[in-house]
């Protein structure tokens, strides 16, 4: 999901993963098709599905972005057995879900890529 924290993007995401012996490599894929009534200003919140198997705090890269600006980097955490990761912003304001965004268009697609370790 991509949101304003409220209302969600009509959106999707896909991706892949390889894996050798417990360090694993993902790209991921979200693209959005309308914003909506979601107004994500200066702040988006972003959830992706995913099954990891430990818990993980990854540093991923913004390979490719269109339709959004964000301010900073970003990281990526999943708990044990969590089905979702979730990605936040290195400088994050009051509320740790939230990534800075300079700007959001009405369509737009993200690309993130990064390494984790299973435990």
Same mark, same amino acid.
């Given at each position: 999901?991509?949101? #304003?924290?409220?209302?969600? /993007? %009509? &959106?999707?995401?896909?991706? !892949? !993963?390889?894996?050798? *012996? *417990?360090?694993? /490599? %993902?790209?991921?894929?979200?693209?959005?098709?309308?914003?909506?009534?979601?107004? $994500?200003? *200066? =702040?988006?919140?972003?959830?992706? $599905? @995913?099954?990891?198997?430990?818990? &993980?705090?990854?540093? /991923?890269?913004?390979? !490719?972005?269109?339709?959004?600006? @964000?301010?900073? =980097?970003?990281?990526?955490?999943?708990?044990?057995?969590?089905?979702?990761?979730?990605? @936040?912003?290195?400088? $994050? $304001? #009051? *509320?740790?879900?939230?990534?800075? &965004?300079? #700007?959001?268009?009405?369509?737009?697609?993200?690309?993130?890529?990064? /390494?984790?370790?299973?435990?």
């Amino acid at each position: 999901t991509i949101g #304003d924290g409220t209302t969600n /993007f %009509t &959106a999707t995401a896909q991706g !892949y !993963y390889t894996q050798i *012996n *417990n360090l694993v /490599f %993902t790209e991921i894929w979200i693209e959005w098709s309308d914003k909506g009534s979601a107004n $994500p200003t *200066n =702040q988006l919140q972003i959830s992706l $599905p @995913f099954t990891i198997g430990g818990s &993980a705090r990854v540093p /991923f890269t913004l390979g !490719y972005v269109r339709g959004v600006n @964000f301010s900073h =980097q970003l990281v990526a955490t999943a708990s044990q057995g969590s089905s979702s990761l979730q990605l @936040f912003d290195l400088a $994050p $304001p #009051d *509320n740790a879900n939230w990534i800075l &965004a300079s #700007d959001c268009n009405v369509s737009g697609e993200i690309q993130l890529s990064g /390494f984790y370790r299973m435990q």
